[in-house]
């Protein structure tokens, strides 16, 4: 069946320490989304992809990066410059059409030690 | 200004009843599209339905149907028949403009189905 996987499921950081969140798709999509959810709040786009080799902002990437060298693939990275990285990361993929909805995985729950 | 407003933070309804979970947004975009997200306790977003600024008729999906109120900037999620397994918390989202657009989301609204 195809979807989104993302690992791991749980990630604990340590002050300082940069982390990497991987998100893999085999829906063959072009686009590719990362969100960040905090406790009792709705999602906020960290950064997007709508081809490979290019990436932009969303409303909150300071502290973040990304990079998208394969259609599949779409790591996130949370730098030590994210003071508050504790939170749910969900990432998503879509297809070319504005009307098709975008496609999410399981997320990643990231904690500070 | 919020583009996506969810004003209700917790709603309770009595299994078999029906259930309207508000949004209304805010965009000058003649295009756009709205989209509900159920998100079980497990995390994952999960699509319900979908609606078009040029759809003519609301869209249904099962026990899912969409009140679309395009003057008043309102897309209601309605749920007819709740089941307890619809406990989750609901998400309105929008995207403007057409190609690859990002998804602007609520802050959505906790739904308790009680038996």
């Known amino acids: 069946d195809g979807g989104i996987t993302q690992s791991p499921k749980y990630l604990f950081r340590k002050e300082g320490q940069n982390v990497t969140l991987s998100c893999e798709q085999n829906?063959?999509?072009?686009?590719m989304y990362w969100y960040r959810q905090d406790p009792g709040q709705g999602l906020r786009l960290i950064y997007y992809?709508?081809?490979?080799?290019?990436?932009q902002k969303g409303d909150i990437a300071e502290g973040y990066s990304v990079s998208r060298e394969k259609k599949e693939s779409f790591p996130l990275t949370v730098t030590s410059a994210q003071k508050n990285p504790t939170a749910f990361y969900l990432c998503?993929?879509?297809?070319?059409?504005?009307?098709?909805?975008?496609?999410f995985g399981d997320g990643t729950r990231l904690s500070i030690l | 200004a919020q583009k996506i407003t969810q004003t209700q933070p917790g709603m309770f309804v009595q299994e078999k009843e029906a259930v309207t979970l508000d949004c209304t947004y805010d965009?000058?975009?003649?295009?756009?599209?709205l989209f509900w997200y159920k998100q079980p306790s497990s995390g994952e977003m999960i699509f319900l339905i979908y609606?078009?600024?040029?759809?003519?008729q609301n869209a249904t999906e099962g026990r899912y149907s969409l009140n679309f109120q395009k003057a008043r900037k309102s897309a209601n999620l309605v749920i007819s028949a709740s089941q307890l397994g619809d406990s989750a918390m609901y998400f309105c989202?929008?995207?403007?403009?057409?190609?690859?657009?990002?998804?602007?989301f609520g802050k959505g609204t906790m739904l308790l189905v009680s038996p």
């Open positions: 998503a993929s879509s297809k070319r059409n504005s009307n098709q909805p975008q496609h």
């Open positions: 965009t000058s975009d003649p295009s756009y599209g």
């Open positions: 989202a929008m995207r403007e403009g057409e190609g690859y657009s990002t998804l602007t």
């Open positions: 609606q078009g600024s040029y759809d003519q």
């Open positions: 829906l063959n999509h072009d686009a």
């Open positions: 992809s709508q081809i490979v080799n290019d990436f």
